[in-house]
Structure formats: structure tokens, C-alpha cells
């Protein structure tokens, strides 16, 4: 909205031409999102705390330290996702198809988790919606984004599966073949950062560093000259996506805020649903999905610990971990629940700078 009006003010003054700049509106694409949920927060908190029987709901078979968050509130995603909205509305260019698809994506899978967290608040249920539901509802929005995402495709580029490191493997995909990538990673990225986040701050911090990552092959992949000079794929008009990393990262950071431990609010899944949804779109339309299972990392081996779980416990009766997902084993086995957390970021900060660096290893 505001770009538009910064364009039409060009005409009264050069000055504005500053805001055709797509990295000055990440900034501020930041920074809005950023003072949004500083300033919308506490508000929010108060109004998810008087929701009909208190909070989030403690599992019984968790860590003994976690009985003291019951009451909890949570559904704090929605913080999130508001700002990241509005933040998108207010400085990215709504004439790009990815800007729109992106938040589709963010929108769909986030009221498909305020369910599942309506159903745990009402009817204190620990559980919330059925599995097979929530699968289905987010298999649909996957499928329809792969769908949209192939048929829209302007280049070549756009719809071929490359390889980190190689510069010269690509594997051209059919439509079937595409959608089903783009359907894999939306929908098992929102379950990877869901799975993740189950500690005060665990899930936010690691999402902040891969969207600013995925910020930053955006911003080279919509370039012409960059995404040359890189032999990374150009994909025309990926370069707004920066808009919605930033804003994902001061939000994120906002929520933070709030979220750090001890936390005040949990994110609930329709933050984390919605979130790792996002992750994955932007990851499929910048064709660096790989690249995204290395610096999303901390989200990928949450989830294979949980398979690696069911399965061994399935076929031999034993459990590999203590607990499932794997945070909870690091806490079972008597690491402080911030030690946990801190330790599970540094590791994504050097999975994102390893990511990053593909950019040069070609």
C-alpha cells in the first residue's frame, strides 16, 4: 500500500524513489513488523489469557518441569502472523504473484492450526483436531500451492530441481514431479517447526535465522545480474520475497520477546503450522528446497526423531529416545530447559551460515 503511495510522491520528489529499493523496505519491512507485535503483544496476551478455560494444556507424559506451564496462554502465532501481515501489506509490492502465494500459504495453514488450538483450549483436549483432518486440510493447501506455483511459472528455471554445491546438475520436472516437491515441503516443513516447537523460544529463533537465509537467496534469485554471478536459478520477482523474511524475523524477534523463557504466551500451532509452511513455499519458488533441509536442520532432525521413535517402539517394542521429539530427551536426561534451547540455536546459526556459504560453493 505504502509503495504505491511512495511511487505517485516520486513524482513530487526524487527522494522517494529510495523506497523502490527492495532492501530499504526489508528494513522496514522489519522494523514494522518488529513494533508491531512489541505493540499489539501484551494486548493479545491479556485477550488469549481470558479465552474459555485458561491455556494451553501440559501432556502428562512430558518432563515434570513443564507441569508448571499449565494456564499457559497460547495461540500466540496469531501474533505473529498478524504482523507479518500487515508488515507484507504495508511495503510489499501486491502486484507480485509470489508475495500473494506466500501469504495464502501463511494464512491457510495458520487457520487450520487456530483450530487445532481452538479444540485444545475449549475442550481441553491435548490432542486438538484429528490427525487424519489436519492432514487432509493441509495436504489440500499444499497441493493447491505446487499446482499454482507450476502452472504459473515464467521460466525454466522455475520449475527445475538443482543441487547445492554443482553447478551444472539440474533436473527438470514435469508437473506431477514439481508438485509433488512443492507438496512434500510445504506440508513437511509446517510439521517439522510444529514438532519443534515445544520449548519457550525453542521453535522462534531458528525460524528467524532460515527466513532471513531464504531472505537473502530471494533477493539474489530475483536479480538478474547476482543470480549470474552466483549461478544460482533466476526466478523473476523472487526478489520480493525478502519483504516477507524480514517481516517473519521481526515478528519473530516481537514475539520473542514474549515468548523467551520463562514464557508469557506459547505460539500454538497456528504459528508453527503456518511459519514452517512458509519456509517451504519461499524455499520451493527460489528452487533451493535442499538448501533448506541443511539450515533447517534443528526442524529435520526433531522430525526424524519422532519417526525414528514410533518406528523403533512399532517393530521392536523399545524406544531409541527417552522422549520424542528429541528436545525433550536432552531435557529427560537433565538438561535446564534454557540450555536446551540456546544450545538448539547455535546450532542453527551454524547450519544457516553453512547454507549461506552454498552460495559461493558452486
Not at 532432525?301 to 519417526?307: G, N, R
Request: charged share 10%; proline share 4%.
Amino acid at each position: 500500500m505504502l509503495l504505491e503511495l511512495t511511487r505517485w510522491l516520486e513524482q513530487l520528489h526524487g527522494h522517494f524513489n529510495l523506497f523502490n529499493y527492495l532492501t530499504f523496505r526489508a528494513i522496514l519491512a522489519a522494523l514494522t513488523a518488529l513494533a508491531l507485535s512489541l505493540w499489539w503483544g501484551p494486548g493479545m496476551i491479556r485477550y488469549l489469557a481470558g479465552l474459555k478455560a485458561g491455556g494451553q494444556p501440559i501432556r502428562k507424559d512430558g518432563p515434570q518441569s513443564h507441569f508448571s506451564k499449565a494456564g499457559t496462554p497460547t495461540m500466540g502465532g496469531a501474533l505473529i502472523l498478524l504482523s507479518i501481515a500487515a508488515s507484507v501489506l504495508l511495503w510489499g509490492d501486491l502486484r507480485n504473484k509470489y508475495v500473494w502465494v506466500v501469504l495464502a500459504v501463511m494464512l491457510g495453514f495458520g487457520a487450520i492450526g487456530w483450530a487445532d488450538d481452538w479444540i485444545k483450549i475449549v475442550k481441553r483436549d491435548p490432542n486438538g483436531m484429528r490427525s487424519r483432518t489436519k492432514y487432509a486440510l493441509q495436504s489440500l493447501l499444499g497441493l493447491a500451492a505446487g499446482i499454482f506455483l507450476y502452472v504459473n511459472a515464467d521460466v525454466a528455471a522455475a520449475t527445475t530441481f538443482y543441487l547445492p554445491l554443482f553447478k551444472t546438475v539440474a533436473l527438470p520436472l514435469a508437473g506431477v514431479g514439481f508438485v509433488a516437491i512443492a507438496y512434500f515441503w510445504i506440508v513437511g516443513f509446517s510439521n517439522a517447526v510444529n514438532l519443534t516447537d515445544g520449548l519457550d523460544g525453542l521453535a522462534i529463533m531458528p525460524t528467524v535465522l532460515v527466513a532471513c537465509a531464504l531472505g537473502v537467496f530471494a533477493y539474489a534469485s530475483g536479480n538478474a545480474t547476482f543470480a549470474q554471478y552466483l549461478q544460482i536459478p533466476r526466478v523473476p520477482g523472487a526478489g520480493e520475497l525478502i519483504i516477507i523474511c524480514t517481516a517473519i524475523a521481526g515478528a519473530g524477534l516481537g514475539f520473542l520477546w514474549f515468548n523467551t523463557y520463562p514464557a508469557m504466551v506459547f505460539m500454538g500451532d497456528i504459528g508453527a503450522l503456518a511459519l514452517g509452511a512458509v519456509l517451504g513455499t519461499i524455499a520451493v519458488i527460489v528452487r533451493q528446497e535442499l538448501v533448506l533441509v541443511l539450515m533447517g536442520g534443528i526442524f529435520v532432525v526433531e522430525t526424524l526423531s519422532v519417526m525414528i521413535q514410533v518406528a523403533s517402539f512399532k517393530l521392536t517394542g523399545k524406544r531409541v529416545f527417552r522422549m520424542a521429539p528429541i528436545h525433550h530427551h536432552f531435557e529427560l536426561k537433565g538438561w535446564p530447559e534454557p540450555r536446551v534451547i540456546v544450545r538448539f540455536w547455535i546450532i542453527s546459526v551454524v547450519l544457516v551460515l553453512v547454507g549461506l556459504a552454498t552460495l559461493k560453493v558452486r
